[in-house]
Every structure is written in structure tokens, then in C-alpha cells.
């Protein structure tokens, strides 16, 4: 039975913990709060921060796991970078922990496969910010090197917008390095996540392309298949395939493109299951943390079946604890549908509580209708 030391216990990590389970490892599920998702199904939890590198040094020698299995990007990843030296296996690999942990690190590491990506730029001040954004032209995006979920991300339209793209991303910043990315506004079509999965034995897979809306830098409903020319996926693979290949190590990845009527733009990618995968708990017979599962174990993936599918979060509306669900019924009584309510012991504006799926004709409209029906009661 391998051991899994789970470093992030969201509701991707629940849902990845119960197809580990299923497969017999034995999980640890860590986070900075009890009562985490993942840990409510886990066979034991650890409470600390994935940023003290102490702690997690600790915790890693402590339950001397087969595998450490990042579940979230904000990780004290020089630690990785150790353990691994040591004989620990981190999941994809520690050098995609840690380069993925920043938007600069791989982001540079694409440019330098070739990867058509978006004109960008860095910036350590608001007036290195004008200049960079003047030089790659209006409207700009902007995001702290570190964050995520979008935090401190915003569009400046103007160079009069500019000093408040700048503190806005310095109040989102996680980390200590003062660093933006700025980047070319891409007009895209729609965009994707490419779930690409690399196996210990056989072939690089990928899932159907899986179209996704954002509010906020946070995503509010995915959809799968989305449709796209072949031309246009087959460059998206093969992006894929490069980037995930030079990070190495097995598992899944979730790997973001904008689509223009003209091209693939890659934008970024999670060594380790996305939120707009979410959908392939539907409309897949494996679904993303059942195939990461599978890749990390180095077992066999010999087909990946897909129905159309969609799924839509429902977020609670203000702070609060123990929160109530109301409307799940309503939400489930309509054939094809499902729910997951995460678990989370508290609520903030906007926090992701749960998501409902759909499976079948009008999926995307179908998992919404559900969606809108649940509301968060918040104690
Ligand atoms: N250059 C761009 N042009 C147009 N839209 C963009 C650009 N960069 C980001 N966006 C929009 O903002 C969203 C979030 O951006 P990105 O994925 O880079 O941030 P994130 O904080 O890592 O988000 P998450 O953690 O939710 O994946 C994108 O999915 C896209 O909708
Ligand atoms: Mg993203």
C-alpha cells in the first residue's frame, strides 16, 4: 500500500484522496486548518502551513510518505527540491512544483520551448509597470508573479489605470518578491484547459479539450468537449507535450491556451488536477483525479471515454462557519445532474462551496440551472 502525503486539502485533493482511497493508499491530507476538504476523507491529517519550511520538512520526514502529492501551487518548494535529493518522490516532480509556483519561472520556461504564448513582461514598480505596458500596448493584464485564483489581477485600459493595476497586485501578492507579470490582452474565442496526463509507462494522454468562463480570475462553469478545429488541438497537444515534458515525472496537468480566430496561445499550467476539470467527474468514465491517481501509482490508462459534460460552482455570498446547503433536492431531482458539496467548515464572498454536474444534451445550461437553485446558508 503506498503512502501519500497530500500537501493542500481543497476539494481537488478530496475528490483525488477518494480515488487514491479506492486504490488502496493509505493518504495524510495537509492543510492550514482542520476539517479541510480532503482531510474529511483522508486516513489521517496534518494542520500547517505548506509555506514553513520547517513545518514541512517535518511532516514530510515524520510520515516518511512513498509519495508527496502537491495539491496546491503555494509551497515552500525548496523543500521539494531537497526531499527529492534525499529519495522522497514529489509528484509530478519537484522541479514542476517549483517552477509552476511562479508565474515568471514557467512562463520563461516556455518561451524557451518555442511555446507561443502571450507578449509579456516584468515589472518591480508601478513606473516600471507604465513602461512595460506602453511598450506592449493597451489594454494590459497584470498579475502578481505569485498568486492565484486571480488574486491581485486586474486589466489596466490606460496608463491612468495603471498605479492602481499596481497596487491592487501588490495587495495580492503572496511571497515576498514585489514582481508583476504584464501581459498582452489576448481577444480570445474561448479558452481551454487541456488536461494532459504523462504515464510512468506509455504515452503522453489527453483529455477532450474543456472550454471554461472566468469572473475574477476564478472559474464559474466548464463545459466538455469544447469544440475546436483539429489543427488548432493538435497545436495545443503539442505545446502540451512539450512543457509537461521538459517538467517531467508522472501525473496529470492542467494546461491553459486562449483560442483567437487566428491561433493557441499558451497561457499557464497546474502540475496536478485543475478546478475546470471538475466536469470530468461527470462526463468521463475516469476522471481527472482518477487518472492523476492512476498516473502517480504507474497504473495503466488504456482508454479515456467522454460524454458531454459540464459543471458550474456554487459560491457562498458572505463570511460565516458550519454553513447549510438549501436547494440540493430541487438541484438533484432533474435526471443526468449531480452535486459535491466540498465540506468546507467556513464561508468568505465568493469562496467555492460546491459544484453541480451535468451529463448529456444541454449539459452546460443544465449544470447552471442546478447550480442557481443551491444557495450557502452561512450560521
Ligand atoms: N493575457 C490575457 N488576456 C486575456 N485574458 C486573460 C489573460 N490572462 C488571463 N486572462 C483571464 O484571466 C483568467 C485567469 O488568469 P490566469 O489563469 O493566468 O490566473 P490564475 O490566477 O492562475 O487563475 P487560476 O488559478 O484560477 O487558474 C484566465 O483564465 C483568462 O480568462
Ligand atoms: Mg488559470
Redesign the pocket.
Known sequence: MKKILLLGSGELGKEFVISAKRLGCHVVACDSYAGAPAMQVADESCVFSMLDEAALRAAIHQHQPDLIVPEI?AIRTEVLLEVEQEGFEVIPSARAANLTMN?DRIRDVAVGLGVRT?K?SYAESAQDLLTQAQAIGFP??I?PVM?????G?S?ARSASEIQASWDYACQGMRGDRQKVIV??????EF?ITLLTIRQRNGKTLFCDPIG???ER???QYSWQPQAMKLDYLKAAQEMAEKVTSDLGGAGLF?V?F?VTRDEV?F??L?PRP???GMVTLISQNLSEFDLHARAVLGLPIPLIESTEGASAVVLATQDGTNPSYSGVADAMSEPGIDVRIFGKPSTRPYRRMAVALAKGSNALARARAAAQKIRVISA
Not at 498568486?147 to 488574486?151: E, I, Q, T
Not at 501581459?183 to 480570445?188: A, G, L, V
Request: net charge negative; charged share 30%.
Open positions: 501551487e508565474r502571450a509579456f494590459v493584464v498579475k498568486s492565484s485564483s486571480g488574486k489581477q486589466v501581459e498582452e490582452f489576448i481577444h480570445f479558452e471554461h468562463v472566468q480570475g476564478d472559474y492542467g491553459e486562449f496561445i497561457s499557464e497546474s485543475h478546478d475546470t
